[in-house]
């Protein structure tokens, strides 16, 4: 059993990546419906610093101080009232809500299911959140069928990779965005056709996609609207698209969405995992204490892959 304090990332003011201060803190007490984890691996999100910075103080403010992170992976240590499908010494994945930049952490039950034997912690940890993203927002929220086109704007990162290797899996037509460096990466993962965003008019031979899955947003949108036919379908998890140009278009936006993490749908993607049909990627791996550099390599983006935080040693 942990310790009365434990070591966690917290965060007491909105700003800067110099917010994220490594301190001791009581240890999180499971309460009904809950699972106590020792913590081997944070995943970092680009959520994780836009929470910092108040992106979210407007509709979903966390209560300062407050531990981020979302994904985890590690092992069950105590479980709540009423918890019957877990029990500690279990290896988990899934979604914390007490954040999980620390050594322990509270999850839900329902956002856990038993890790991927495959992988490690750290691969385990790459998957939660943008797989479940990747997921929801291609077939809950984009209702992409077989056949269908869908252009991925940014392939190669935390959440595009998973959604260009599902898009794949179901029969779609593939094509995804993403710079120089990382074109074989994203080939490699499915995409039938894939475009380096760096080159100017790099979408200009592009028309008529079913959907857009837009993980990047900005200016990247801005151009992607042109490749979208008439009442074509655009999902995007970085911007809140146009409504003046969708209504012109005839096109169906989801605007950001709260995405879902569920045992049903980790379990689902942990069997897919260890049967080889879904690959995993860790673009760059931390200590604890470097919460920080975490934070500003997500924020300047451009990676292949998921940051992590690696917290405990493999058992």
Same mark, same amino acid.
């Given at each position: 059993?942990?310790?009365?304090?434990?070591?966690?990332i917290?965060?007491?003011a909105?700003?800067?990546?110099?917010?994220?201060?490594?301190?001791r803190i009581?240890?999180?007490?499971?309460?009904?419906g809950?699972?106590?984890?020792?913590?081997?691996a944070?995943? /970092?999100?680009?959520?994780?610093?836009?929470?910092r910075?108040?992106?979210?103080?407007?509709?979903?403010?966390?209560?300062?101080?407050? /531990?981020?992170g979302?994904?985890?992976?590690?092992v /069950?240590?105590?479980?709540?009232?009423?918890?019957?499908a877990f029990?500690?010494?279990?290896?988990?994945?899934?979604?914390?809500?007490?954040?999980?930049?620390?050594?322990?952490?509270?999850?839900?039950?329902?956002?856990?299911?038993?890790?991927?034997r495959?992988?490690?912690?750290d691969e385990a940890?790459?998957?939660?959140?943008?797989?479940?993203?990747?997921?929801?927002?291609?077939?809950?929220y984009g209702?992409?069928?077989?056949?269908?086109?869908?252009?991925?704007?940014?392939?190669?990162?935390?959440?595009?990779l998973?959604?260009?290797?599902?898009?794949?899996?179901?029969?779609?037509?593939?094509?995804?965005?993403?710079?120089?460096?990382?074109?074989?990466f994203?080939?490699?993962l499915?995409?039938?056709? /894939?475009?380096d965003?760096? =080159?100017a008019?790099a979408?200009d031979?592009? =028309?008529?996609v079913?959907?857009?899955?837009?993980?990047?947003?900005g200016e990247?949108?801005?151009?992607?609207?042109?490749?979208?036919?008439?009442?074509?379908?655009?999902?995007?998890?970085?911007?809140?698209?146009?409504?003046?140009?969708?209504?012109e278009?005839g096109?169906?936006?989801?605007?950001?969405f709260?995405? =879902?993490v569920s045992?049903?749908?980790?379990?689902?993607?942990?069997?897919?995992?260890?049967?080889? =049909?879904?690959?995993?990627?860790?673009?760059?791996s931390?200590?604890?204490?470097e919460?920080?550099?975490?934070?500003?390599?997500?924020?300047?983006?451009?990676g292949s892959?998921r940051?992590?935080?690696?917290?405990?040693?493999?058992?």
């Amino acid at each position: 059993m942990p310790s009365s304090l434990i070591n966690a990332i917290q965060v007491h003011a909105y700003g800067n990546a110099d917010q994220l201060k490594l301190e001791r803190i009581p240890t999180p007490e499971p309460q009904a419906g809950e699972v106590l984890v020792r913590v081997h691996a944070a995943g /970092v999100n680009p959520g994780d610093w836009k929470v910092r910075e108040g992106w979210a103080k407007d509709f979903l403010p966390p209560t300062l101080p407050y /531990v981020p992170g979302a994904d985890l992976a590690g092992v /069950v240590t105590k479980v709540g009232p009423g918890v019957t499908a877990f029990h500690p010494g279990q290896e988990v994945f899934g979604r914390s809500s007490h954040g999980s930049y620390a050594e322990y952490s509270i999850a839900p039950a329902s956002t856990l299911a038993l890790k991927p034997r495959t992988l490690s912690f750290d691969e385990a940890a790459t998957v939660p959140v943008g797989a479940t993203t990747a997921w929801q927002g291609l077939f809950e929220y984009g209702n992409l069928q077989p056949g269908q086109s869908v252009l991925i704007l940014g392939g190669a990162g935390g959440v595009g990779l998973f959604a260009v290797q599902f898009a794949r899996r179901i029969g779609a037509r593939v094509i995804s965005t993403t710079s120089t460096g990382h074109m074989d990466f994203v080939r490699e993962l499915g995409a039938e056709t /894939v475009i380096d965003y760096t =080159q100017a008019h790099a979408l200009d031979d592009l =028309q008529d996609v079913d959907l857009i899955f837009d993980t990047v947003g900005g200016e990247a949108l801005e151009v992607a609207w042109l490749t979208l036919k008439q009442s074509g379908t655009l999902v995007s998890i970085a911007d809140q698209p146009d409504e003046a140009t969708a209504l012109e278009r005839g096109v169906y936006c989801a605007a950001p969405f709260l995405t =879902q993490v569920s045992t049903e749908l980790l379990n689902l993607l942990a069997h897919q995992i260890d049967n080889g =049909q879904i690959k995993v990627a860790i673009a760059a791996s931390f200590s604890l204490s470097e919460a920080a550099k975490a934070q500003k390599l997500s924020q300047r983006g451009h990676g292949s892959g998921r940051i992590i935080l690696h917290i405990a040693e493999e058992a």
